[in-house]
């Protein structure tokens, strides 16, 4: 099985143009050697609970049918006692003694060696380059090789892809060459759980020698676990991450302090950490240290990553708070959708102030603000539904909620949308139906402009390039694990739609669809599943206006 469940851009310019290899010095070592610990701990505690639980449960149960205690725990016994005689020929007990007690018992270390004798003909070289099974030849020409394959240009564009595959977990960073249509996997970085929110930071998180006003190209990672991971972009092999946001960082920060007694971890939700799965993240642009997170625990919290810390939680939701953005001018307002099907728009400054809330028909999915005009906002929900609302026009409670207008743009739920950033009025919805619909929204309305089967599955992530270079690109990825860049400025419909916006070209322009294969664009073309449809033809259906 292989999904991929959320992705998103790396705009140009911020990837280093040859990332480093992971160093793998002592004092990474010390700091990796202290969080398997701490994981072994962790381990060590769950299962003890799981144990104290299940001799409770026995103890509770009906005694009448069972034998009685005393032939239990003689049956325990014998088992301990038939393990111990198995163990007893490879003396654990004295398994960290010293050398010397081997010596004294006759046993002579070297002799475990074949051959010990030998071991005074070894030959030295002074220098490595004399040792030919050190040293091979052409190896400078090998490392100029993998540092080429690893370079970044400044035309490149990187996709970062959080996949499942075989119940592992990784996060994949794609290079996207917009001009030669190709995208490949640079590296990829393990994680410890189903990724479920993936956002771009650029800030140079957790480095020492790092300057906290200087460029970063960091990706924050929200999974099933309650900790959040900061991974560098810019150093590829890495084995842990530069910063944990969580219960997992302060554990890590007690771990250089034995004396401190662990704390278990804390199911109860608190102001500190996350007690459940992190559902959505969202990086202020304009303040850089600023993460927010929404979490199944039903909070928002706000992290400062200089600190690695949170700065405030926030409780505006009465169930699990799934989507988040961040206003693109008041860079203090944040606007969160949850479950409980309301929409929050808060400003992060005045907690205990009362937030304007809007309702929606069902469980939210995702919260967009319009980025050519933020006074207005976009809420997608499960019925699939588009909600467009004026944040001006605050409803007395959340039933009383009027929108601007809505569109029921698919059957089923809308599992992503985006608002392009560079084109105006440019929409795309996908969903668990697999069909991927681009919008064209103007003063009267949205009008659907062509609707696609990529064959990624069922669509969980739609997300627009950052760049002017490549406005048109779609990014799409689902269930089957596949991405694909869609260039919508080749298609048809797209090209009638936006004229205004698109070059003109001479001669019939052919659909780019760039995935990791080539046979999977051909394929698709072939396959003949597109579907289109003009404005004209689907601007009456699907969308009623609420305006008086």
Not at 123 to 146: F, R
Not at 339 to 359: C, E, I, L, N, Q
Not at 518 to 532: L, P
Request: aromatic fraction near 8%; include cysteine.
């Amino acid at each position: 099985m292989s999904m991929i469940t959320a992705t998103t851009w790396v705009p140009r310019g911020f990837a280093a143009p040859f990332p480093n290899k992971f160093v793998f010095d002592e004092e990474e070592y010390e700091r990796i050697a202290k969080l398997a610990e701490l994981q072994i701990e962790d381990a060590r505690e769950d299962l003890e609970e799981a144990q104290k639980a299940e001799n409770e449960g026995t103890e509770k149960g009906d005694t009448s049918s069972k034998p009685p205690k005393s032939t239990g725990s003689t049956k325990e016994s014998k088992s301990h006692e038939v393990e111990d005689d198995d163990l007893k020929e490879y003396d654990l007990e004295h398994y960290d003694d010293d050398d010397d007690k081997n010596q004294e018992g006759g046993m002579d270390t070297m002799a475990m060696f074949g051959n010990a004798g030998n071991l005074k003909s070894l030959v030295y070289h002074e220098s490595n380059d004399e040792d030919p099974y050190i040293t091979m030849p052409g190896q400078d020409d090998d490392e100029d090789d993998d540092r080429e394959d690893l370079q970044i240009l400044a035309t490149d564009n990187l996709v970062l892809a959080a996949r499942i595959e075989d119940e592992v977990a990784h996060l994949e960073v794609y290079v996207y060459e917009d001009e030669a249509d190709n995208l490949y996997v640079h590296h990829d970085i393990m994680l410890p759980a189903i990724p479920l929110a993936v956002e771009w930071v650029n800030l140079p998180v957790g480095k020492p020698d790092g300057s906290k006003d200087g460029q970063g190209n960091t990706v924050a990672i929200g999974t099933m676990d309650p900790d959040i991971e900061l991974w560098d972009l810019d150093t590829v092999d890495c084995m842990y991450p530069n910063a944990v946001l969580g219960q997992g960082a302060q554990d890590g920060n007690k771990a250089d302090n034995p004396k401190k007694k662990r704390k278990k971890k804390s199911k109860k939700v608190n102001d500190d950490y996350h007690v459940d799965a992190v559902l959505s993240l969202a990086a202020n642009r304009h303040h850089r240290n600023l993460l927010a997170s929404a979490s199944a625990d039903k909070t928002v919290k706000l992290w400062d990553l200089n600190t690695a810390k949170c700065a405030k939680s926030y409780s505006y939701h009465t169930d699990k708070v799934c989507s988040l953005a961040w206003h693109p001018k008041e860079s203090t307002v944040l606007l969160s959708g949850s479950y409980d099907r309301t929409v929050v728009a808060a400003d992060m400054r005045a907690p205990d102030a009362k937030a304007p809330r809007w309702g929606v028909e069902s469980d939210v999915e995702t919260v967009r603000w319009d980025p050519h005009d933020p006074n207005f906002f976009y809420v997608s929900t499960e019925n699939g539904v588009i909600h467009y609302h004026d944040a001006r026009l605050a409803p007395t409670q959340p039933s009383k909620s009027k929108p601007i207008w809505t569109l029921q743009a698919h059957d089923e739920s809308i599992s992503s949308f985006d608002i392009n950033p560079i084109i105006p009025g440019f929409l795309a919805t996908g969903s668990t139906d697999k069909t991927v619909k681009l919008w064209n929204i103007q003063a009267s309305g949205p009008s659907m402009v062509v609707s696609r089967n990529l064959d990624v599955g069922k669509v969980f992530s739609t997300t627009f390039g950052p760049d002017k270079e490549v406005g048109f690109r779609l990014a799409v990825a689902g269930s089957k694990g596949s991405v694909q860049i869609w260039d919508t400025s080749t298609n048809a419909a797209v090209r009638a739609a936006f004229a205004t916006k698109i070059a003109p070209a001479n001669g019939e322009v052919k659909e780019r669809l760039v995935g990791l294969q080539e046979e999977e664009t051909d394929s698709d073309s072939e396959e003949g599943e597109d579907e289109e449809a003009s404005g004209e033809e689907a601007g009456a259906e699907g969308w009623e206006s609420m305006e008086e």
